[in-house]
Protein backbone atom coordinates (compact mmCIF):
# COMPACT_ATOMS: atom_id res chain seq x y z
CA UNK A 1 0.00 0.00 0.00
CA UNK A 2 1.49 3.11 -1.11
CA UNK A 3 -0.09 4.99 1.94
CA UNK A 4 1.21 7.53 4.50
CA UNK A 5 1.80 4.67 6.77
CA UNK A 6 3.79 2.44 9.38
CA UNK A 7 3.08 -1.05 9.01
CA UNK A 8 5.53 -3.99 9.63
CA UNK A 9 7.96 -1.87 7.30
CA UNK A 10 7.25 1.50 7.17
CA UNK A 11 10.15 2.19 9.99
CA UNK A 12 12.37 0.56 8.32
CA UNK A 13 12.62 3.15 5.80
CA UNK A 14 12.94 6.01 8.63
CA UNK A 15 17.04 6.24 8.32
CA UNK A 16 16.83 6.84 4.62
CA UNK A 17 13.86 9.13 4.48
CA UNK A 18 16.00 11.40 7.15
CA UNK A 19 19.31 10.66 5.61
CA UNK A 20 17.68 12.12 1.86
CA UNK A 21 14.80 14.63 3.30
CA UNK A 22 12.39 12.74 1.67
CA UNK A 23 10.10 12.33 4.84
CA UNK A 24 6.92 14.04 3.92
CA UNK A 25 3.52 14.17 5.03
CA UNK A 26 2.97 10.81 3.33
CA UNK A 27 4.50 7.80 2.24
CA UNK A 28 1.95 7.23 -0.52
CA UNK A 29 4.73 8.40 -2.39
CA UNK A 30 6.92 5.74 -2.20
CA UNK A 31 8.99 5.96 -5.29
CA UNK A 32 11.06 9.25 -6.46
CA UNK A 33 9.69 8.16 -9.68
CA UNK A 34 6.35 8.30 -8.81
CA UNK A 35 6.21 11.51 -7.00
CA UNK A 36 5.96 13.36 -10.12
CA UNK A 37 2.64 11.40 -10.61
CA UNK A 38 0.01 11.55 -8.76
CA UNK A 39 -2.68 9.91 -10.59
CA UNK A 40 -1.29 6.97 -11.07
CA UNK A 41 0.21 6.20 -7.63
CA UNK A 42 -1.67 3.41 -6.14
CA UNK A 43 -2.17 4.13 -2.75
CA UNK A 44 -4.12 0.13 -1.40
CA UNK A 45 -5.43 -2.71 -2.37
CA UNK A 46 -7.71 -4.89 -0.86
CA UNK A 47 -9.53 -7.79 -2.09
CA UNK A 48 -11.80 -10.25 0.15
CA UNK A 49 -14.57 -11.89 -0.47
CA UNK A 50 -18.00 -10.00 -0.29
CA UNK A 51 -19.64 -10.20 2.92
CA UNK A 52 -22.45 -7.89 2.03
CA UNK A 53 -25.40 -10.01 2.54
CA UNK A 54 -26.33 -12.29 -0.09
CA UNK A 55 -23.15 -11.41 -1.72
CA UNK A 56 -21.12 -14.35 -0.32
CA UNK A 57 -19.96 -15.79 -3.69
CA UNK A 58 -18.37 -12.50 -4.70
CA UNK A 59 -14.86 -11.15 -4.84
CA UNK A 60 -14.42 -7.80 -4.27
CA UNK A 61 -11.16 -6.13 -5.46
CA UNK A 62 -11.14 -2.31 -4.47
CA UNK A 63 -7.70 -0.81 -6.23
CA UNK A 64 -7.61 2.99 -4.74
CA UNK A 65 -5.27 5.62 -6.57
CA UNK A 66 -4.78 9.24 -5.80
CA UNK A 67 -3.11 9.96 -2.50
CA UNK A 68 -4.19 12.70 -0.14
CA UNK A 69 -6.64 14.60 -2.00
CA UNK A 70 -7.56 17.08 -0.12
CA UNK A 71 -11.27 17.80 -0.25
CA UNK A 72 -11.23 21.25 -1.47
CA UNK A 73 -8.89 20.35 -4.13
CA UNK A 74 -10.78 23.02 -7.07
CA UNK A 75 -11.15 24.21 -9.42
CA UNK A 76 -9.81 20.54 -11.34
CA UNK A 77 -10.23 18.23 -7.94
CA UNK A 78 -8.52 14.96 -8.76
CA UNK A 79 -10.13 13.49 -12.25
CA UNK A 80 -7.96 9.58 -13.62
CA UNK A 81 -5.37 10.07 -16.01
CA UNK A 82 -6.58 9.63 -19.40
CA UNK A 83 -3.48 8.68 -21.08
CA UNK A 84 -3.23 6.41 -18.32
CA UNK A 85 -3.49 2.09 -18.30
CA UNK A 86 -4.99 0.99 -14.68
CA UNK A 87 -5.14 -2.16 -13.96
CA UNK A 88 -5.96 -5.37 -11.79
CA UNK A 89 -4.15 -8.54 -12.41
CA UNK A 90 -5.12 -11.69 -11.27
CA UNK A 91 -2.71 -14.85 -10.65
CA UNK A 92 -5.04 -18.80 -10.61
CA UNK A 93 -2.50 -20.95 -11.58
CA UNK A 94 0.29 -20.33 -9.02
CA UNK A 95 3.11 -19.01 -11.02
CA UNK A 96 3.38 -15.36 -10.62
CA UNK A 97 1.73 -14.57 -13.82
CA UNK A 98 -1.57 -12.64 -14.57
CA UNK A 99 -3.86 -15.01 -16.29
CA UNK A 100 -6.99 -12.57 -15.87
CA UNK A 101 -6.80 -8.65 -16.10
CA UNK A 102 -9.29 -6.00 -15.75
CA UNK A 103 -7.99 -3.02 -17.83
CA UNK A 104 -9.54 0.44 -16.61
CA UNK A 105 -8.94 3.78 -19.21
CA UNK A 106 -10.67 6.50 -18.67
CA UNK A 107 -12.23 9.91 -20.72
CA UNK A 108 -12.61 13.38 -19.52
CA UNK A 109 -14.97 15.03 -21.78
CA UNK A 110 -14.95 18.92 -21.22
CA UNK A 111 -18.26 20.53 -21.66
CA UNK A 112 -16.59 23.85 -22.22
CA UNK A 113 -19.78 26.32 -20.20
CA UNK A 114 -19.54 29.63 -21.14
CA UNK A 115 -21.75 32.67 -20.07
CA UNK A 116 -22.53 35.80 -22.07
CA UNK A 117 -20.15 38.51 -20.76
CA UNK A 118 -20.92 41.89 -22.35
CA UNK A 119 -22.29 39.77 -25.89
CA UNK A 120 -19.22 37.38 -25.90
CA UNK A 121 -19.34 34.07 -24.83
CA UNK A 122 -16.74 33.91 -22.20
CA UNK A 123 -15.57 29.92 -20.43
CA UNK A 124 -16.22 29.77 -17.02
CA UNK A 125 -13.21 28.61 -14.88
CA UNK A 126 -15.26 26.10 -12.47
CA UNK A 127 -16.01 22.50 -13.38
CA UNK A 128 -19.75 23.44 -12.51
CA UNK A 129 -22.15 26.39 -13.15
CA UNK A 130 -24.41 25.02 -10.87
CA UNK A 131 -25.96 21.50 -8.69
CA UNK A 132 -26.58 18.50 -9.84
CA UNK A 133 -27.38 15.06 -9.09
CA UNK A 134 -28.56 12.50 -7.29
CA UNK A 135 -28.79 10.80 -10.74
CA UNK A 136 -26.05 9.82 -12.73
CA UNK A 137 -27.23 12.34 -15.89
CA UNK A 138 -29.11 14.63 -13.74
CA UNK A 139 -27.74 18.20 -14.26
CA UNK A 140 -25.49 17.17 -16.93
CA UNK A 141 -25.75 20.82 -18.27
CA UNK A 142 -24.28 22.23 -15.07
CA UNK A 143 -21.05 20.09 -15.17
CA UNK A 144 -18.06 21.48 -16.96
CA UNK A 145 -16.79 17.92 -17.14
CA UNK A 146 -18.34 14.52 -17.58
CA UNK A 147 -15.56 11.42 -16.85
CA UNK A 148 -16.66 7.97 -18.40
CA UNK A 149 -14.06 4.46 -18.53
CA UNK A 150 -14.00 1.38 -19.97
CA UNK A 151 -13.00 -1.69 -18.70
CA UNK A 152 -11.53 -4.71 -20.89
CA UNK A 153 -10.80 -8.05 -19.98
CA UNK A 154 -8.05 -9.92 -20.83
CA UNK A 155 -7.69 -13.58 -20.46
CA UNK A 156 -4.08 -14.27 -20.73
CA UNK A 157 -1.05 -12.28 -20.94
CA UNK A 158 -2.40 -8.64 -20.83
CA UNK A 159 -0.87 -6.76 -23.61
CA UNK A 160 -1.09 -10.08 -25.70
CA UNK A 161 -3.54 -12.37 -24.50
CA UNK A 162 -7.76 -12.22 -25.75
CA UNK A 163 -8.88 -8.80 -25.01
CA UNK A 164 -13.18 -8.20 -24.77
CA UNK A 165 -14.89 -4.88 -23.48
CA UNK A 166 -17.36 -5.93 -20.48
CA UNK A 167 -20.94 -4.23 -21.44
CA UNK A 168 -22.75 -1.66 -19.08
CA UNK A 169 -25.53 -3.91 -17.96
CA UNK A 170 -27.61 -1.09 -16.12
CA UNK A 171 -27.62 1.47 -19.33
CA UNK A 172 -26.27 -0.36 -21.91
CA UNK A 173 -23.51 -0.15 -23.90
CA UNK A 174 -19.59 -0.55 -22.89
CA UNK A 175 -19.03 3.03 -21.20
CA UNK A 176 -19.45 3.57 -17.37
CA UNK A 177 -19.57 6.89 -15.48
CA UNK A 178 -17.28 8.62 -12.80
CA UNK A 179 -19.13 10.72 -10.12
CA UNK A 180 -17.30 14.19 -9.77
CA UNK A 181 -15.80 14.82 -6.81
CA UNK A 182 -17.28 16.09 -3.70
CA UNK A 183 -17.12 19.69 -4.82
CA UNK A 184 -19.60 20.64 -1.87
CA UNK A 185 -23.07 20.29 -0.64
CA UNK A 186 -23.91 23.38 -2.92
CA UNK A 187 -23.15 21.78 -6.15
CA UNK A 188 -24.18 18.35 -5.20
CA UNK A 189 -26.58 18.02 -2.12
CA UNK A 190 -26.65 14.71 -1.75
CA UNK A 191 -23.49 13.30 -2.64
CA UNK A 192 -23.92 9.53 -0.74
CA UNK A 193 -27.00 9.25 -3.21
CA UNK A 194 -25.21 10.96 -6.27
CA UNK A 195 -22.36 8.30 -6.09
CA UNK A 196 -24.59 5.34 -5.18
CA UNK A 197 -26.01 6.01 -8.64
CA UNK A 198 -22.77 5.16 -10.40
CA UNK A 199 -22.49 1.99 -8.99
CA UNK A 200 -23.07 -0.61 -11.89
CA UNK A 201 -23.82 -3.71 -13.38
CA UNK A 202 -21.13 -5.28 -15.12
CA UNK A 203 -21.43 -7.98 -17.49
CA UNK A 204 -18.01 -9.82 -17.51
CA UNK A 205 -16.86 -11.60 -21.12
CA UNK A 206 -16.34 -15.09 -20.13
CA UNK A 207 -18.36 -14.90 -17.15
CA UNK A 208 -21.44 -16.77 -16.37
CA UNK A 209 -23.26 -13.83 -13.87
CA UNK A 210 -23.00 -10.20 -13.37
CA UNK A 211 -20.72 -8.27 -11.04
CA UNK A 212 -20.48 -4.70 -10.46
CA UNK A 213 -18.33 -2.02 -10.40
CA UNK A 214 -17.74 1.31 -8.78
CA UNK A 215 -15.03 4.16 -9.76
CA UNK A 216 -15.23 7.21 -7.70
CA UNK A 217 -13.56 9.27 -5.43
CA UNK A 218 -13.89 8.06 -1.43
CA UNK A 219 -12.67 8.92 2.00
CA UNK A 220 -9.80 7.37 2.66
CA UNK A 221 -10.16 4.29 4.46
CA UNK A 222 -6.71 3.81 5.66
CA UNK A 223 -5.43 5.03 9.27
CA UNK A 224 -2.46 5.43 10.54
CA UNK A 225 -0.36 7.78 13.05
CA UNK A 226 1.89 9.28 10.08
CA UNK A 227 3.73 12.19 11.77
CA UNK A 228 4.78 10.55 14.82
CA UNK A 229 6.08 7.52 12.47
CA UNK A 230 8.20 9.60 10.85
CA UNK A 231 9.94 11.38 13.58
CA UNK A 232 12.23 8.60 14.07
CA UNK A 233 8.95 6.49 15.62
CA UNK A 234 7.68 9.42 17.80
CA UNK A 235 5.07 7.37 19.92
CA UNK A 236 4.77 3.94 22.35
CA UNK A 237 5.11 1.21 19.66
CA UNK A 238 3.44 -0.84 23.09
CA UNK A 239 0.99 1.50 24.51
CA UNK A 240 -2.67 1.82 23.31
CA UNK A 241 -3.67 0.54 20.00
CA UNK A 242 -6.40 3.63 19.89
CA UNK A 243 -4.75 6.81 21.65
CA UNK A 244 -3.56 8.51 18.66
CA UNK A 245 -5.29 10.65 16.10
CA UNK A 246 -5.55 8.97 12.42
CA UNK A 247 -2.87 11.86 10.62
CA UNK A 248 -4.83 11.28 7.27
CA UNK A 249 -8.59 10.92 8.35
CA UNK A 250 -9.11 14.30 5.98
CA UNK A 251 -8.17 13.30 3.23
CA UNK A 252 -9.95 11.46 -0.30
CA UNK A 253 -9.21 8.94 -2.47
CA UNK A 254 -10.12 7.27 -5.53
CA UNK A 255 -11.09 4.05 -5.61
CA UNK A 256 -11.47 1.48 -8.36
CA UNK A 257 -14.20 -1.07 -7.03
CA UNK A 258 -14.97 -4.45 -8.61
CA UNK A 259 -17.35 -7.10 -7.56
CA UNK A 260 -16.80 -10.53 -9.37
CA UNK A 261 -18.09 -13.79 -8.87
CA UNK A 262 -15.34 -16.36 -7.25
CA UNK A 263 -16.00 -18.67 -10.17
CA UNK A 264 -14.64 -16.36 -13.08
CA UNK A 265 -11.75 -15.83 -10.71
CA UNK A 266 -10.62 -19.54 -10.07
CA UNK A 267 -9.00 -22.03 -12.36
CA UNK A 268 -9.49 -25.71 -11.74
CA UNK A 269 -9.78 -27.18 -7.98
CA UNK A 270 -7.51 -24.48 -6.57
CA UNK A 271 -9.46 -21.92 -4.91
CA UNK A 272 -5.98 -19.63 -3.52
CA UNK A 273 -6.03 -16.43 -6.49
CA UNK A 274 -3.19 -13.88 -5.76
CA UNK A 275 -3.80 -10.26 -7.20
CA UNK A 276 -2.12 -7.17 -7.47
CA UNK A 277 -2.26 -3.27 -9.51
CA UNK A 278 -0.33 -1.62 -11.73
CA UNK A 279 -0.70 1.71 -13.78
CA UNK A 280 0.76 2.47 -17.11
CA UNK A 281 1.99 5.40 -19.28
CA UNK A 282 3.34 5.66 -22.54
CA UNK A 283 6.76 5.11 -23.19
CA UNK A 284 6.98 8.24 -25.09
CA UNK A 285 5.23 11.82 -23.38
CA UNK A 286 5.71 14.98 -25.94
CA UNK A 287 4.42 18.39 -24.49
CA UNK A 288 1.45 19.72 -26.73
CA UNK A 289 2.09 23.35 -27.64
CA UNK A 290 -1.66 24.71 -26.49
CA UNK A 291 -3.31 26.93 -28.22
CA UNK A 292 -4.11 30.39 -26.39
CA UNK A 293 -8.17 29.75 -25.87
CA UNK A 294 -10.09 32.48 -27.06
CA UNK A 295 -7.14 34.34 -29.02
CA UNK A 296 -6.63 31.54 -31.08
CA UNK A 297 -10.44 30.18 -31.49
CA UNK A 298 -9.80 27.18 -29.45
CA UNK A 299 -13.49 25.42 -28.56
CA UNK A 300 -12.29 22.99 -26.65
CA UNK A 301 -9.74 21.68 -23.73
CA UNK A 302 -6.78 21.01 -24.87
CA UNK A 303 -4.40 17.81 -23.79
CA UNK A 304 -1.09 19.42 -22.13
CA UNK A 305 0.40 15.94 -22.84
CA UNK A 306 0.49 13.71 -25.34
CA UNK A 307 1.43 9.44 -24.97
CA UNK A 308 2.67 7.50 -27.36
CA UNK A 309 4.57 4.23 -27.80
CA UNK A 310 4.16 1.27 -25.50
CA UNK A 311 2.54 0.79 -22.33
CA UNK A 312 5.54 1.11 -19.83
CA UNK A 313 4.56 -0.08 -15.70
CA UNK A 314 5.15 2.75 -13.42
CA UNK A 315 3.26 1.65 -10.30
CA UNK A 316 2.98 -1.65 -8.57
CA UNK A 317 0.46 -2.59 -5.41
CA UNK A 318 0.08 -6.16 -4.07
CA UNK A 319 0.24 -6.51 0.15
CA UNK A 320 0.39 -2.90 1.28
CA UNK A 321 3.39 -0.97 2.37
CA UNK A 322 5.76 -3.36 0.69
CA UNK A 323 7.42 -0.96 -1.19
CA UNK A 324 7.49 2.01 1.19
CA UNK A 325 9.42 0.26 4.02
CA UNK A 326 10.54 -2.64 2.69
CA UNK A 327 12.10 -2.40 -0.49
CA UNK A 328 15.09 -0.31 0.00
CA UNK A 329 15.65 3.18 -1.95
CA UNK A 330 17.74 2.55 -4.98
CA UNK A 331 15.34 -0.39 -5.97
CA UNK A 332 11.68 1.25 -5.08
CA UNK A 333 11.79 2.42 -9.19
CA UNK A 334 12.57 -1.33 -10.10
CA UNK A 335 9.95 -2.66 -7.94
CA UNK A 336 7.34 -0.61 -9.18
CA UNK A 337 8.13 -1.26 -12.53
CA UNK A 338 8.46 -5.10 -12.06
CA UNK A 339 6.07 -8.37 -12.46
CA UNK A 340 5.68 -11.10 -9.71
CA UNK A 341 7.08 -13.13 -11.03
CA UNK A 342 10.46 -11.40 -11.24
CA UNK A 343 10.58 -10.77 -7.54
CA UNK A 344 13.66 -13.14 -6.72
CA UNK A 345 15.47 -9.83 -7.29
CA UNK A 346 14.10 -8.57 -3.82
CA UNK A 347 14.25 -11.35 -1.59
CA UNK A 348 16.72 -10.40 0.49
CA UNK A 349 14.41 -7.36 1.68
CA UNK A 350 11.69 -9.75 2.95
CA UNK A 351 14.73 -12.92 4.46
CA UNK A 352 16.57 -9.76 5.87
CA UNK A 353 14.28 -6.89 6.92
CA UNK A 354 15.69 -3.74 8.53
CA UNK A 355 12.29 -2.99 10.23
CA UNK A 356 13.38 -4.93 14.01
CA UNK A 357 16.43 -3.59 13.92
CA UNK A 358 16.17 -0.18 13.52
CA UNK A 359 13.06 -0.80 16.42
CA UNK A 360 15.64 -2.65 18.79
CA UNK A 361 17.75 0.44 18.47
CA UNK A 362 15.07 3.46 19.15
CA UNK A 363 13.43 1.23 21.62
CA UNK A 364 15.74 -1.59 23.52
CA UNK A 365 12.87 -4.26 22.26
CA UNK A 366 14.76 -7.72 20.84
CA UNK A 367 14.80 -8.23 17.22
CA UNK A 368 13.89 -11.48 15.61
CA UNK A 369 17.71 -13.70 15.93
CA UNK A 370 16.57 -16.47 13.00
CA UNK A 371 17.85 -15.38 9.55
CA UNK A 372 16.71 -16.23 6.60
CA UNK A 373 13.26 -14.95 7.87
CA UNK A 374 10.94 -17.74 6.45
CA UNK A 375 8.06 -16.38 9.03
CA UNK A 376 8.13 -13.62 6.57
CA UNK A 377 8.69 -15.29 3.09
CA UNK A 378 5.66 -16.99 4.07
CA UNK A 379 3.40 -14.33 5.05
CA UNK A 380 4.56 -12.06 1.75
CA UNK A 381 5.91 -14.51 -0.62
CA UNK A 382 4.56 -17.70 -0.79
CA UNK A 383 1.19 -17.84 1.40
CA UNK A 384 0.69 -19.41 4.54
CA UNK A 385 0.21 -23.09 4.28
CA UNK A 386 -3.22 -24.03 5.39
CA UNK A 387 -4.66 -20.85 5.37
CA UNK A 388 -3.59 -19.01 1.70
CA UNK A 389 -0.69 -20.73 -0.16
CA UNK A 390 -2.20 -21.99 -3.53
CA UNK A 391 -1.23 -25.59 -4.43
CA UNK A 392 1.63 -24.64 -6.60
CA UNK A 393 3.26 -21.91 -5.97
CA UNK A 394 6.21 -19.28 -7.02
CA UNK A 395 7.64 -16.79 -4.45
CA UNK A 396 6.15 -13.63 -5.17
CA UNK A 397 4.67 -10.35 -3.81
CA UNK A 398 0.91 -9.92 -3.91
CA UNK A 399 -2.20 -10.22 -2.26
CA UNK A 400 -3.40 -13.82 -1.99
CA UNK A 401 -6.51 -15.09 -0.80
CA UNK A 402 -7.98 -18.56 -0.45
CA UNK A 403 -11.90 -18.27 -1.98
CA UNK A 404 -13.03 -21.34 -0.14
CA UNK A 405 -12.73 -19.53 3.58
CA UNK A 406 -16.50 -18.05 4.39
CA UNK A 407 -16.76 -14.09 4.65
CA UNK A 408 -17.26 -13.26 7.82
CA UNK A 409 -19.74 -10.39 8.98
CA UNK A 410 -18.59 -7.06 9.66
CA UNK A 411 -19.74 -7.05 13.05
CA UNK A 412 -17.43 -10.61 14.21
CA UNK A 413 -14.57 -9.32 12.37
CA UNK A 414 -11.52 -8.82 14.47
CA UNK A 415 -9.21 -5.75 12.95
CA UNK A 416 -5.93 -8.19 14.13
CA UNK A 417 -7.91 -10.87 11.15
CA UNK A 418 -5.75 -14.01 10.89
CA UNK A 419 -3.67 -12.74 14.46
CA UNK A 420 -7.20 -12.25 15.85
CA UNK A 421 -8.35 -15.79 14.84
CA UNK A 422 -10.19 -14.88 11.83
CA UNK A 423 -9.10 -16.45 9.24
CA UNK A 424 -11.10 -14.21 6.77
CA UNK A 425 -8.43 -11.50 6.98
CA UNK A 426 -5.52 -10.20 5.97
CA UNK A 427 -2.76 -11.95 5.26
CA UNK A 428 -5.63 -13.97 3.57
CA UNK A 429 -6.78 -11.51 1.43
CA UNK A 430 -7.13 -7.56 2.76
CA UNK A 431 -10.66 -6.48 4.08
CA UNK A 432 -11.00 -2.64 5.06
CA UNK A 433 -11.47 -2.65 8.79
CA UNK A 434 -7.71 -5.36 8.72
CA UNK A 435 -5.45 -3.09 10.76
CA UNK A 436 -2.46 -4.10 8.59
CA UNK A 437 -0.05 -1.39 10.63
CA UNK A 438 -0.38 -3.57 13.72
CA UNK A 439 -0.43 -6.76 11.87
CA UNK A 440 2.65 -5.89 10.01
CA UNK A 441 4.59 -4.57 12.95
CA UNK A 442 3.71 -7.99 15.38
CA UNK A 443 4.71 -10.13 12.11
CA UNK A 444 7.89 -8.05 11.62
CA UNK A 445 8.76 -8.02 15.03
CA UNK A 446 8.85 -12.47 15.55
CA UNK A 447 4.89 -13.16 16.67
CA UNK A 448 5.36 -16.19 14.22
CA UNK A 449 8.46 -17.39 15.34
CA UNK A 450 8.86 -19.40 18.69
CA UNK A 451 9.63 -17.54 21.59
CA UNK A 452 13.84 -18.38 21.26
CA UNK A 453 13.91 -16.79 17.79
CA UNK A 454 11.81 -13.51 18.92
CA UNK A 455 12.12 -12.71 22.82
CA UNK A 456 10.12 -9.80 22.60
CA UNK A 457 7.86 -10.80 19.56
CA UNK A 458 4.36 -11.07 21.45
CA UNK A 459 4.74 -8.08 22.53
CA UNK A 460 1.30 -5.80 21.25
CA UNK A 461 3.20 -3.58 18.83
CA UNK A 462 1.11 -0.73 17.40
CA UNK A 463 1.27 2.55 15.89
CA UNK A 464 -1.60 4.06 18.44
CA UNK A 465 -4.01 4.23 15.10
CA UNK A 466 -6.57 2.06 15.54
CA UNK A 467 -9.64 1.44 12.96
CA UNK A 468 -12.18 -1.89 12.50
CA UNK A 469 -15.42 -2.90 9.99
CA UNK A 470 -17.48 -0.56 12.14
CA UNK A 471 -15.64 2.25 10.39
CA UNK A 472 -16.81 1.53 6.80
CA UNK A 473 -20.40 -0.07 5.11
CA UNK A 474 -21.29 -3.63 5.03
CA UNK A 475 -21.99 -3.00 1.00
CA UNK A 476 -20.16 -2.29 -2.14
CA UNK A 477 -18.24 -1.10 -2.50
CA UNK A 478 -18.00 -0.57 1.09
CA UNK A 479 -15.85 2.46 1.41
CA UNK A 480 -17.27 5.53 2.89
CA UNK A 481 -18.22 8.64 0.66
CA UNK A 482 -15.67 11.27 0.18
CA UNK A 483 -15.19 14.22 2.51
CA UNK A 484 -16.96 17.64 0.92
CA UNK A 485 -14.91 20.17 -0.21
CA UNK A 486 -17.20 22.98 1.62
CA UNK A 487 -18.93 21.23 4.27
CA UNK A 488 -21.27 23.91 4.67
CA UNK A 489 -24.98 23.97 3.47
CA UNK A 490 -26.49 25.46 0.25
CA UNK A 491 -25.73 29.10 1.61
CA UNK A 492 -29.21 30.99 -0.10
CA UNK A 493 -27.98 34.30 1.18
CA UNK A 494 -28.12 36.29 -2.34
CA UNK A 495 -26.22 39.86 -2.21
CA UNK A 496 -27.09 42.78 -4.95
CA UNK A 497 -24.06 43.82 -6.24
CA UNK A 498 -24.18 48.26 -7.14
Given at each position: ??????????????????????????????????????????????MFRSYEAGRQDYVTLIANYIPLEDAYGGPNYFSM?????????????????????????????????????GGKSIPVPLINIGPFGPGVSDGDANKNLIESYTVTVVQGDRRHGKATLAANLSSGGTTFRKPLDNIGNKSIPDYPAYSSNHIFSIGIPGCDGPGRVFVGQRKDPFAVNLGEIFDLVNLNPVGSPSGSPNTIGDKNVTSIALEVPISCL??????????????????????????????????????????????????????????????????????????????????????????????????????PTAYPRTDLVAAFLTGVPGLNQAKK??????????????????????????????TAGFPNGRRPGDDVVDIELRVAMGVLLPPDQAPDGQLPYTDGTSLSAADFAQTFPYLNPPLPGSPNGANGVTASIR
Open positions: MRHATCNLLTLSLLAALAASGAATASSHREAPFITAHPKVDGTDFYDPDALYEIEIDNQGDAKEHLTFQFRFTNAYQNAALNITSGADPVIGAWTTASMHQVSILNSMPHGIASGATGAKASQIGGGAWSQVSRLGAPLVNEVVIGLPDKDRFNASEPKDDGQFASYVTNPSLPTLLQVLFGVHAVTASEMLRLNTSTPPVAAAQQSTLAVLGGD
